[in-house]
C-alpha cells in the first residue's frame, strides 16, 4: 500500500478550508432579511431579546443571541436547523405547556426567521 506524504494531505485540507461557516441561508434554506420581517410580524420581541431587531428586549423567554452556539434548542432537542425550525413552528409539540405559544408560522417563515438567528 502506498503511503500518501502528510504534506500532501494537510495541502488538501487547507484547499478545502475557508475559514469560514456555511453561510445561514445554506444552512436553513432561508433568507435572513426576510427572518427579520417575521421576528417583526410575529412579535418575537416582545418575550426575547434578538440583537438587530428594534424594540426586541423581551424578558419572557431566552435571549436568541448566538443561538447557533447553544447545544439544544427549547432544552430538549440537539440544535440543529430542521429542530430550530420545528421549535418556531411547534413549541405546544415539543414542550406542552411552554411559555412559547404556537403562533401559526409558516414553513417558509420559519426557515426565514431561523436562518436570521443563525446569522446573527
Known amino acids: 500500500?502506498?503511503?500518501?506524504?502528510v504534506a500532501?494531505?494537510?495541502?488538501v485540507a487547507l484547499a478545502a478550508c475557508t475559514g469560514k461557516p456555511p453561510s445561514s441561508d445554506t444552512i436553513t434554506g432561508g433568507n435572513p432579511q426576510?427572518?427579520?420581517?417575521?421576528?417583526?410580524?410575529?412579535g418575537c420581541g416582545a418575550c426575547h431579546r434578538i440583537d438587530g431587531v428594534?424594540?426586541?428586549?423581551?424578558?419572557?423567554?431566552?435571549?436568541?443571541?448566538?443561538i447557533g452556539e447553544r447545544a439544544y434548542v427549547a432544552g430538549k432537542l440537539p440544535n440543529t436547523p430542521e429542530n430550530l425550525q420545528t421549535w418556531i413552528r411547534f413549541p405546544q409539540r415539543v414542550v406542552p405547556g411552554s411559555a412559547m405559544p404556537d403562533l401559526g408560522v409558516s414553513e417558509l417563515d420559519a426557515r426565514d426567521i431561523a436562518a436570521y438567528l443563525y446569522h446573527q
Open 1 to 5: 500500500m502506498r503511503q500518501i506524504p
Open 8 to 11: 500532501l494531505l494537510l495541502l
Open 34 to 42: 426576510h427572518g427579520l420581517d417575521a421576528i417583526r410580524r410575529y
Open 54 to 66: 428594534p424594540g426586541a428586549f423581551g424578558k419572557v423567554g431566552p435571549t436568541l443571541q448566538n
